[in-house]
T-cell receptor, first 115, second 116 residues
Framework: ETGVTQTPRHLVMGMTNKKSLKCEQH?????MYWYKQSAKKPLELMFV???????ENNSVPSRFSPECPNSSHLFLHLHTLQPEDSALYLC??????????????FGQGTRLTVV | AQSVTQLGSHVSVSEGALVLLRCNYS??????LFWYVQYPNQGLQLLLK??????LVKGINGFEAEFKKSETSFHLTKPSAHMSDAAEYFC??????????????FGTGTRLTVIP
């Protein structure tokens, strides 16, 4: 248990569906992240929220829409996805620090399959 | 921008043998470096981190890494591999992105296989 919980663990959805991934952190951190992990590709940083404000979106397609209602919760809303969006989606949190020496704590991920 | 390079996407060792996973970084300033491990169908778990306090860093599960500025390396080692060490290992560097936010930038990962 890392203090970061993601639900659901597995999700299968059709290309016309709308679904949401949820992430909750119990560590009192002030920054949260969404990463995409595809087979044979490096971890891709999708979104960063620091102090509940989005600070980075890395040119992610608009079919992915993040939401951070408070410092403990992060959502990723999905709609009209493509099969190539199938991947492991990882949420992480950290205590943002100008010292750059704080590590990120990861959830177990949501394995998404788009059919 | 800082980055890390992991040499070898796959490494196989026999049980009981030395584990060596390579990571090189590029940085114009003293970096903060991390090693994470990912077991199948799990998220990433921190093994250890370098924050300039000591060049030899000890982590969990018997792993350690040595920061060598002259070689711009932060290789991960373990004297004796165990079957439970089979996993994917990621090297990462902390840096500010173009918006000034503190981000972790990951290498491409090395999959470690332990042979009985």
């Amino acid at each position: 248990e890392t203090g970061v919980t993601q639900t659901p663990r597995h999700l299968v959805m059709g290309m016309t569906n709308k679904k949401s991934l949820k992430c909750e952190q119990h560590l009192g951190h002030n920054a949260m992240y969404w990463y995409k992990q595809s087979a044979k590709k490096p971890l891709e940083l999708m979104f960063v929220y620091s102090l509940e404000e989005r600070v980075e979106n890395n040119s992610v397609p608009s079919r992915f829409s993040p939401e951070c209602p408070n410092s403990s919760h992060l959502f990723l809303h999905l709609h009209t996805l493509q099969p190539e969006d199938s991947a492991l989606y990882l949420c992480a949190s950290s205590q943002d620090s100008p010292d750059l020496n704080t590590e990120a704590f990861f959830g177990q991920g949501t394995r998404l399959t788009v059919v | 921008a800082q980055s890390v390079t992991q040499l070898g996407s796959h490494v196989s060792v026999s049980e009981g043998a030395l584990v060596l996973l390579r990571c090189n970084y590029s940085s114009s300033v003293p970096p903060y470096l991390f090693w994470y491990v990912q077991y199948p169908n799990q998220g990433l778990q921190l093994l250890l981190k370098y924050t300039s306090a000591a060049t030899l860093v000890k982590g969990i599960n018997g792993f350690e890494a040595e920061f060598k500025k002259s070689e711009t390396s932060f290789h991960l080692t373990k004297p004796s591999a165990h079957m439970s060490d089979a996993a994917e290992y990621f090297c990462a560097v902390s840096d500010l992105d173009q918006t000034g936010a503190n981000n972790l930038f990951f290498g491409t990962g090395t999959r470690l296989t332990v042979i009985p």
